[in-house]
């Protein structure tokens, strides 16, 4: 059983003050000392209450007035009663605007854990981009106008490949600073639906133990992306001339939605391994389990969210470039001549300031709305919402 309160896996053994249906068992007087009155339906002690035989006047019909879900309050005549909320989100079917308010809410509440890990990450990796450019990709080549048009793809083809060369360490260094903060942050959001602080020192000592297992589960999923890129642009690429190319078009297009589809199907398995502990292979099961028949859903939020990501981004990025321009050598007057400007130290290091203020900001609503749609799945599929109010201290659900 896992020992974090609230993400137990399924399958594992029934929890103290409940039954093996999961729904929290009332205390009665005796149980402190073993000697509760066992009793039926059918014949229930001296004394206590039995329910009436007939109807109760101002009662709704029988047909209406069971329980829905496990553990779930009967409808009133006014409607269900609020869902407890402990945390940043309330303990019920979520919709996408308590999704995206609950991560808001994590970055407001838990300002100084998240804004630690998420400033922390973004000046590392902005450190290590500004470096690679600076030292590391070669400057752009001058197009020769008079070449023919196979030079010119062939001398633009070079230039690409040698900037991603160039730009590899720092991608690494990127993908490494970017799985910390995904694993810290999960441990923050984990706790913030609880509703109980957490420290960035117990956050690190929690997720520690996972980060070689999710380094695992990152290059997995990139890995099984190329290979289905590769496999589907092979073809045409081996085939060549006119007839390749349309090849390789119809076969990158469905490689594409492959990779989109698998990229969805997968995409709870980092909170599935972060918080159920569980393997790389186990924790990809588990994210297919809880998506099935929720991919739309699911693929609809996590682009949404993109854009909103993407917007946000746009936003932050154009006032600090064109600071950035401004105070390159040319200014502006060079860049709308056509001049790009060079990787100077003052361009540099303005653009890194902005991307560092974007990760501070996009890190943690990324990762919140992951997490989210992670609790948000298993509520729906597994009543996660009463383990959470148990483990949460909410009365009426059990110590």
Avoid: C, H
């Avoid at 009793?39 to 069971?66: I, N």
């Avoid at 502990?277 to 682009?303: D, N, P």
């Avoid at 653009?351 to 992670?374: K, Q």
């Amino acid at each position: 059983m896992n020992d974090t309160p609230g993400w137990t896996s399924p399958g594992s053994a029934p929890s103290d003050g409940q039954d093996d249906t999961g729904i929290p068992r009332p205390a009665s007087p005796g149980d402190a000392d073993g000697s509760a009155p066992q009793w039926s339906k059918d014949q229930p002690p001296a004394g206590q209450w039995q329910p009436p035989t007939g109807p109760v006047p101002g009662t709704p019909p029988p047909a209406q007035a069971g329980l829905g879900r496990a553990g779930q309050r009967p409808a009133g005549p006014w409607g269900r009663p609020p869902a407890a909320k402990p945390g940043v989100i309330p303990l019920r079917p979520l919709t996408m605007g308590e999704i995206l308010d609950g991560a808001v809410s994590t970055m407001r509440r838990y300002w100084q854990t998240v804004l630690a890990v998420s400033v922390t990450v973004g000046v590392i990796s902005q450190i290590a981009e500004i470096l690679a450019q600076r030292y590391l990709v070669p400057a752009p080549p001058e197009i020769d106008r008079d070449a023919s048009q196979a030079e010119m793809l062939r001398q633009s083809v070079d230039s690409m490949q040698s900037s991603l060369i160039g730009m590899a360490p720092a991608f690494l260094i990127m993908v490494a600073a970017t799985l910390v903060s995904a694993a810290l942050l999960t441990v923050v959001i984990s706790r913030a639906v609880l509703g109980k602080p957490v420290t960035i020192g117990a956050a690190w000592q929690e997720a520690r133990p996972r980060l070689l297992q999710l380094l695992g589960l990152t290059l997995l999923l990139m890995a099984m992306s190329a290979g289905i890129m590769l496999a589907g642009l092979l073809p045409g690429l081996i085939l060549g001339g006119a007839g390749g190319a349309g090849l390789a078009f119809l076969g990158g297009v469905g490689a594409s939605v492959a990779v989109i589809w698998l990229t969805v199907r997968f995409s709870l398995a980092s909170p599935a391994l972060m918080l159920e502990r569980e393997g790389v292979i186990k924790s990809l099961k588990r994210s297919a389990k809880l998506v099935q028949g929720s991919w739309w859903r699911i693929f609809g939020i996590t682009l949404l969210t993109q854009l909103l990501i993407f917007l946000v981004a746009m936003i932050i990025t154009i006032p600090f470039a064109a600071i950035a321009i401004g105070a390159s050598d040319g200014g502006f007057d060079g860049f709308l001549a056509g001049t790009v400007p060079e990787n100077t130290w003052s361009f540099l290091i303005i653009t890194g300031i902005g991307g560092v203020i974007i990760n501070a900001i996009t890190y943690p609503i990324s990762a919140g709305v992951t997490a989210l749609l992670y609790v948000d799945q298993r509520i729906r599929r597994e009543a996660l919402d009463l383990e959470l109010a148990r483990a949460a201290g909410l009365p009426g659900y059990g110590g």
